[in-house]
């Protein structure tokens, strides 16, 4: 049945309000040519260290499943664009793939603030993203399903780890980040949760830098200066190339790991690359996945996109590497596969459905399961930075965890629904009516 029939026959049935708000991608089902789907990151601007290699990933992966045949016997055509780590850009360019490129689903952003940017065009569409990097929760949408990681799969762990006499014991917190959402959000989680281990204010500093920040030498030396008072550990949720500047001064300065450690949660492997890595041996970041795995999954993550690399003549050449939010785009993508096949269509009411339960052996060695509240089972790793740029894996989860999207260390989340609805919110008021 083609779009405009559908139109006609609901318009006839009293239900053009139901109409008007079918998506864009429904005349995809309907034809046997190719399933556009949209690549959402920053390809330029202050991100653009850390997105472009999502792209990399996003492309390999389609090229793969097209390969084997792609899905329900169609090729996928992606949509690149590039909203520029220009906030207002990124709705601007999510509203175009869904409603002009006629996209079937979205991969793409990486900051809570490009993502919160979309999210209002994705539910007033019923478009459907896959959002791939660890974030602050406080959020559950059917429009979205989050493949990176909530606070209690990330955040949490890895302050508990610093208290712990294996991570060093910290007494004292310096919470440093870039000033948005995401750190804002994460920090108000970690005061809560240090205070209830009986941490005072007095010993808990916040700081925060906007997007692009490149002077860390008086915030270094006031860290430097705070951990007099105590043993320190830095929590940094700084993102984006302002890491580039951070580590460095960290170096510059002689702060060694093994004075004040540092847990990143949005650098990895990616941010580390051309950076010299040795005076930050010992330094921390809380993942999902590290590239230095050693698994039979892994290994052929990693030679696939090395061979991609090489194929495409990808700047960085043999240098480039894989990280945590690469594997959450690439099994995403996979799932999304699953759920169309499950579903056999495009369709974004019935995709959302099958997606719920999907599994898929991820790189990390574990097998990946997506929950009802959108969010994926995953393992938590802790890392330690190596002189060369990779991480050891010093603790680990013995098995994946459930995700919170709502923290219970933030008042009035408590009976806040733990699944997301399948029945469509136009269609759910209007049934209620």
């Known amino acids: ?31 046997k040519g190719p399933i556009k789907v949209g690549i959402l990151h920053s390809l330029s601007g202050t991100m653009a260290i850390s997105e472009t290699s999502l792209k990399d990933t996003a492309l390999m992966t389609i090229a793969e499943i097209n390969a084997n045949g792609g899905v329900l016997g169609r090729k996928i055509e992606p949509v690149v664009v590039d909203p520029a780590s220009n906030w207002p850009l990124f709705a601007e360019k999510a509203r175009g793939l869904l409603t002009r490129d006629k996209v079937a689903v979205v991969f793409g952003c990486w900051t809570s603030v490009s ?16 959002y791939p990097v ?66 005072r204010d007095a010993d808990i500093q916040e700081v925060y830098t906007p997007f692009g920040h490149s002077d860390y030498q008086t915030i270094v030396a006031n860290i430097k200066t705070f951990s007099q008072g105590g043993k320190t550990a830095v929590i940094s949720t700084v993102n984006g190339d302002s890491n580039v500047p951070f580590y460095k001064e ?13 847990v990143a949660f949005s650098v990895g492997e990616e941010e580390l690359r051309g950076i010299d890595t040795k005076p930050l041996v010992g330094n921390l970041a809380a993942w999902n ?17 090395a061979n991609w690399v090489k194929k495409n003549n990808l700047p960085g050449g043999d240098k480039r590497v894989t990280n945590d939010p690469m594997e959450a785009t690439y099994v995403g993508i996979h799932m999304w596969k699953q759920a169309v096949e499950k579903a056999k269509s495009t369709d974004v009411d019935k ?37 060369d740029g990779q991480f050891n894996v010093v603790w680990r989860t013995k098995t994946t965890v459930r995700a919170q999207p709502w923290s219970p260390f933030i008042a009035g989340n408590q009976g806040k629904p733990d699944v997301v609805s399948s029945i469509p919110d136009f269609l759910r008021r209007r049934r209620v009516a």
């Open 1 to 31: 049945m083609k779009k405009r029939e559908f139109l006609k026959i609901a318009s006839a049935a009293g239900m053009a309000g139901i109409a008007a708000q079918v998506p864009a991608v429904f005349a995809q089902s309907a034809d």
């Open 115 to 130: 993502r919160k940017s979309v999210l209002p065009v994705f539910e007033e569409l019923n478009g459907l993203l896959f």
């Open 134 to 199: 660890q974030y602050e929760g406080e959020e559950m949408s059917r429009n979205v399903f989050y493949t990176g990681a909530a606070p209690n799969q990330q955040a949490i762990p890895a302050t508990e780890y610093l208290m712990s006499a294996e991570g060093g014991g910290a007494k004292r917190f310096f919470l440093l980040g870039t000033d948005y959402v995401y750190p804002r959000t994460t920090n108000k989680i970690l005061r809560a949760y240090l205070n209830s281990k009986g941490v």
């Open 250 to 262: 960290l170096g510059n300065q002689g702060l060694k790991a093994t004075d004040v450690p540092v």
């Open 289 to 305: 996945y590290f590239m230095s795995l050693r698994d039979p999954q892994n290994t052929k993550f990693k030679t696939m996109f």
């Open 351 to 387: 995709v959302r459905v099958a997606m719920i339960g999907q599994k898929f052996n991820a790189p990390s060695g574990f097998e990946l399961e997506m929950d009802g509240n959108h969010h994926l089972h995953k393992p938590v790793m802790i890392g330690e930075v190596r002189a």
